[in-house]
């Protein structure tokens, strides 16, 4: 039997490498968009099994000056006429010798990327449109002189960067965007959204393989509803056009990979004969845990890798970043999935963990916890549990809210509605709801304490080569749990409060209340606002409860990340 299931795992390995085409990563994040393209870090890509590079990060605040769109490289055709949008652009992005210097890097990267066997994909939006986008756009693609500056800009990117293999763009999100057929365009009210975007789309494409006969243009449905996606699919000419897909509706989440509509694109794509790529997180700096650079959470990264190639795409794509030049377990775990997808979890860990030496077997025990306490946060709460290093473990004294997010995109306001249990904060969240957030931020928070109670007892015996980004991923999985224990903390105040007020035992929720407090304050390093709430539950519980934990209009003290305060 033991035969047989070896068998089994080596022939389903080597199908996932055979129909892994594209390995797709890229050099610096948004968080830290400083690694350097150097014969160092590409031969630890190109080790990992990486075999295609994206050449620029294209994240929405160019972090870096990392270009975004064609013109950041280009600056504008001759001919083609200027907008608005672009007389901006020109005082701020566009500088001539900002387009001068963005091209000279980009131009090293094809260049090293050559020397090493990659192939490149520059990724970009289009058409380009300032945020936030008021329609009628002056850059809508309904409009001929729209798709004929894009026609432009694609020959004018293959001569001036020969090089460049594909093209990856998304038409709805960040510095690209489409109007609406229910809003004022007089072109595109009416139209449905399929029927444009895919037209445009195959402009493009078509272009660039004209230009470049063994080019894909790649297209990312940011944004667009599952339907608008499904009908788009069926449009887009199959010759020339690959999909670029989050690994779920609602972006990339590492513990929510390959939904189910991520599953019905793939089989769609398949049956077109189109080439698709998912994009997952291989590596440790993720939006998720912006601006955390060392969470070490290898085996929730292998379980995504493993769902996500069991759907049988063309490749996977890195979505956010890697920093090779950073020992990085979760990046390293991709490596090992790459050449050994049939590996089951405790070898990777044991094989991930080997360099370790003597601490190996206490530093894959961490490795596992953190992945298990990541697979337990509650990332599908709110598009804002994302950045979870950026939120504010001091919360307010009011009724926990659950901040929801979105956005007037066709996605936003259908689809990722089933993604995610909030998106508006047009209502305060059900007892039920904050109970379990409350209870699950508990589950995460008590096992990420359990990897950190290994971490100590190992640290002194991680090589000293490992060692100082060991003590750096203690430290910011520490800073997760205390802010996923201020959430636990709050939501259940809130609760316990809206129970005695509601004629609950009151000296038992006092009491409960009290611990809850302290805990809450040792939880943010200390805080006079919790000092005068605890001196007031002691004094006169009766006006704690009507003063504390009420539901009040957003305050503006705590704007951002911090999900439970407003």
Not at 48 to 65: C, E, H, S, V
Request: net charge neutral; with cysteine.
């Amino acid at each position: 039997m033991k035969k047989i299931t070896a068998l089994l795992c080596m022939l389903y390995g080597m199908q996932v490498m055979a129909q892994l085409k594209y390995k797709v990563g890229f050099l610096g994040a948004p968080s830290w968009p400083h690694t350097e393209w150097n014969d160092s870090n590409m031969q630890k890509m190109k080790d990992l099994g990486f075999n295609t590079m994206q050449l620029n990060i294209a994240w929405g605040y160019r972090p870096g000056d990392e270009p975004l769109n064609l013109e950041d490289v280009l600056g504008l055709p001759a001919g083609q006429r200027w907008t608005a949008g672009d007389s901006v652009y020109m005082d701020s992005l566009r500088r001539p010798g900002q387009v001068v210097e963005r091209g000279r890097r980009l131009r090293q990267r094809i260049g090293i990327c050559r020397k090493y066997g990659f192939r490149t994909i520059f990724h970009f939006g289009a058409p380009c449109v300032l945020y936030p986008a008021k329609e009628p756009l002056d850059q809508c693609i309904s409009d001929e002189a729209t798709v004929a500056r894009y026609v432009a800009l694609i020959k004018d990117l293959h001569a001036q960067y020969p090089g460049v293999d594909d093209l990856l763009c998304y038409t709805y999100d960040q510095n690209a965007w489409l109007c609406s057929e229910f809003g004022p365009c007089p072109r595109c009210h009416g139209v449905p959204l399929p029927q444009r975007v895919s037209k445009f789309v195959n402009r493009l494409a078509r272009t660039w393989r004209s230009l470049n006969p063994h080019g894909i243009f790649w297209w990312e449905p940011w944004e667009l509803s599952a339907g608008e996606t499904y009908r788009t699919v069926d449009l887009l000419d199959s010759t020339c056009i690959g999909l670029s897909i989050h690994s779920d509706i609602a972006e990339v989440q590492v513990a929510l990979p390959a939904d189910r509509w991520f599953r019905n694109i793939v089989v769609q794509a398949k049956g077109r004969k189109m080439p698709v790529i998912g994009e997952v997180w291989t590596g440790g700096p993720t939006e998720e845990v912006e601006p955390y650079l060392h969470i070490a959470a290898p085996l929730a990264t292998l379980h995504a890798l493993r769902t996500v190639a069991s759907c049988s795409p063309d490749g996977i794509k890195e979505y956010y970043g890697n920093i090779p030049d950073k020992e990085d377990p979760n990046l390293r775990m991709t490596g090992i999935f790459f050449h050994q997808p049939a590996i089951g979890d405790d070898a990777a860990l044991a094989e991930l963990a080997r360099p370790y030496g003597v601490a190996a077997r206490d530093v894959a025990m961490y490795w596992r916890l953190a992945s298990e306490a990541m697979a337990l946060y509650p990332w599908d709460v709110s598009w804002m549990a994302r950045e979870i290093g950026r939120s504010d473990p001091a919360h307010l004294l009011t009724a926990a809210v659950l901040k929801g997010a979105s956005w007037q995109t066709p996605s936003w306001q259908s689809t990722r509605k089933t993604a995610f249990m909030r998106t508006d904060d047009t209502a305060q969240p059900n007892f039920w709801m904050r109970e379990d957030i409350q209870l699950r931020c508990e589950q995460a928070a008590l096992k990420m304490e359990d990897a950190l109670k290994v971490a100590p007892g190992v640290r002194d015996r991680v090589p000293v080569v490992y060692k100082a980004v060991f003590v750096k991923s203690m430290e910011e999985l520490d800073g997760i749990r205390r802010r996923t224990l201020a959430y636990a903390y709050h939501l259940r105040e809130t609760n316990l409060a809206e129970m005695a007020r509601g004629g609950g035992i009151r000296s038992a929720c006092k009491e409960e209340m009290k611990s809850l407090l302290e805990k809450d304050r040792a939880n943010q390093g200390g805080s006079a606002d919790i000092d005068e709430a605890l001196r007031l539950l002691e004094k006169d519980s009766d006006k704690f409860f009507s003063t504390y934990f009420l539901p009040t209009p957003p305050s503006g003290k705590k704007e951002g990340w911090t999900i439970t305060s407003q």
